[in-house]
């Protein structure tokens, strides 16, 4: 695994700011669209950091146009979870 060193980590607030951002604008813009729309200005290089983060832990999609989904959908999960459905 390549190390990567970061200047800053991110807050736990800015986090979920990037994910409400996604959420709301999913399937609509890339990176930088997304980055411009954040309610609070970030520097580019955390709001980066971020995206990494989410997408590692499955939570959005980036496709090859560089468009960005929000996949994480805890309300399913819970459901499945309900159903003795093993998810792997």
Same mark, same amino acid.
């Given at each position: 695994? *390549?190390?990567? !060193?970061?200047?800053?980590? /991110? !807050? ?8 409400? !951002? @996604? *959420? &709301? $604008?999913?399937?609509?813009?890339? +990176? $930088?669209?997304? #980055? &411009? &729309?954040? /309610? +609070?200005?970030?520097? $580019?290089?955390?709001?980066?950091? @971020? ?8 939570? @959005?999609? @980036?496709? &090859?146009?560089?468009?960005?989904? #929000?996949?994480?959908?805890?309300? +399913?999960?819970? +459901?499945?979870?309900? *159903? ?5």
């Amino acid at each position: 695994m *390549e190390q990567l !060193t970061v200047l800053h980590s /991110p !807050t736990l607030e800015s986090v979920l700011m990037v994910e409400k !951002t @996604i *959420e &709301k $604008y999913s399937q609509e813009c890339g +990176r $930088y669209q997304l #980055w &411009k &729309k954040l /309610p +609070r200005k970030m520097m $580019y290089q955390t709001f980066q950091v @971020i995206l990494d983060y989410l997408e590692q832990s499955g939570k @959005i999609l @980036i496709d &090859k146009e560089g468009c960005i989904m #929000w996949v994480f959908n805890p309300q +399913r999960i819970k +459901r499945l979870i309900k *159903e003795d459905l093993v998810i792997r």
